[in-house]
């Protein structure tokens, strides 16, 4: 299905915000984005985001937390802002990290507003994606989850909202935000957090109270490669978004699942993202898209063209052309034999531990 109206979100002022030259985190991913989709043609329509409001952010956020988020970024740092987490290796202290923050959650935030205008059918914003984020508290490169707030702002217009995250770390900051409700449901791949951070999202996480079952957490063993993920998509996320019948889709593309990322060890193309992006298009619901981790700054660019091109009804001959499209990679028997079980025991131990609550 072709999207006539989807919309990239994107303003040069993100890039004013810089991490410490040190830090793994780059902000040039995204305008690299912007720049490769307009060179292919794929720019129909943007859109430049505000500053997410400071009222709106205390949906989430605790008014202490963003008050020593604000005096850190202008260079009033203490023993609290370090007990929440900032101003730490991960979550460094540097010029503007509140205005930047708070521009990247905009961003997430005006694609929510396109989508419940009906201004949009799909919306990407690649300089959003935070999700470690907690109430009061940075972590994982991440000072203000836009992605939480995107899921609290189109619920509370009462939407049912399916947030899929496909980063390589658990999305525990969107989990835990909405693990006691049933009006959210997160779906989170992820590598074993035995072997990654933030050392959550097990198959046993799956929510409290009227939000049990619409926690599900999917751990995958070091090397899964793309047809093993995509078992385990089509096993667990696809009857799962089904039965769940959402009204839109709030999905993190994190690009660090992909083989080469220095920060993680699974063995995936991009063609996982691109099939993945089928099949939500599928479900013919709006889609708000972010980015997310990805520290291989060509492959994530790569990926995340590749899914714009998508999400904005590209077609298959565009995408090869425009060399989008990663290469197979070779599978050797012993990691074949390594990944499969693990796979498989993923997806008994989410079907016996969710599956049974939502009547599958």
């Known amino acids: 299905m072709a999207t006539k109206k989807a919309v990239f979100i994107y303003s040069s002022q993100l890039e004013e915000y810089h991490y410490p030259p040190e830090h793994p985190f780059n902000t040039i991913r995204a305008k690299k984005v912007r720049e490769t989709a307009e060179a292919m043609g794929l720019l129909r329509r943007e859109a430049a985001p505000e500053p997410a409001e400071r009222v709106v952010l205390k949906k989430f956020h605790s008014a202490r937390y963003l008050h020593a988020l604000k005096a850190a970024s202008e260079g009033k740092f203490d023993a609290e802002a370090l007990n929440m987490g900032i101003g730490t290796s991960d979550c460094p202290v540097f010029k503007g990290l509140y205005e930047g923050a708070a521009l990247a959650c905009g961003a997430t935030l005006t694609a929510a507003k396109l989508l419940l205008s009906g201004d949009a059918d799909v919306a990407f914003n690649p300089s959003g994606g935070f999700h470690h984020a907690g109430p009061e508290?940075?972590?994982?490169?991440?000072?203000?989850?836009?992605?939480?707030?995107?899921?609290?702002?189109?619920?509370?217009?009462?939407?049912?909202?399916?947030?899929?995250?496909?980063?390589?770390?658990?999305?525990?900051?969107?989990?835990?935000?909405?693990?006691?409700?049933?009006?959210?449901?997160?779906?989170?791949?992820?590598?074993?957090?035995?072997?990654?951070?933030?050392?959550?999202?097990?198959?046993?996480?799956?929510?409290?109270?009227?939000?049990?079952?619409?926690?599900i957490n999917v751990p995958l063993p070091i090397g899964t490669y793309d047809q093993a993920y995509m078992k385990v998509f089509e096993a667990i996320a696809l009857p799962l978004i089904t039965v769940f019948s959402p009204d839109v889709i709030v999905f993190e593309l994190g690009a660090d699942a992909l083989a080469g990322d220095p920060l993680a060890n699974l063995q995936l193309t991009n063609n996982v993202y691109a099939d993945i992006i089928n099949h939500l298009i599928s479900f013919e619901k709006p889609i708000l898209a972010t980015g997310g981790g990805g520290y291989n700054i060509d492959n994530t660019v790569r990926a995340w063209v590749l899914a714009w091109s998508l999400l904005a009804g590209g077609d298959t001959e565009q995408e090869r052309q425009g060399g989008l499209r990663d290469r197979t990679l070779a599978i050797s028997n012993q990691q074949r034999d390594a990944v499969l079980p693990a796979i498989e025991a993923a997806i008994e131990a989410v079907e016996a531990n969710v599956f049974s609550l939502h009547g599958l």
């Not at 779906?187 to 951070?197: E, M």
């Open 137 to 215: 508290r940075a972590s994982g490169f991440c000072y203000i989850n836009d992605v939480a707030l995107a899921c609290i702002v189109l619920a509370e217009a009462g939407k049912r909202v399916l947030y899929l995250d496909v980063d390589v770390h658990h999305g525990d900051g969107v989990a835990y935000a909405f693990y006691d409700r049933a009006d959210v449901m997160t779906i989170s791949f992820h590598q074993n957090p035995r072997t990654l951070f933030p050392g959550t999202g097990f198959e046993d996480e799956i929510g409290t109270g009227q939000g049990k079952g619409y926690c």
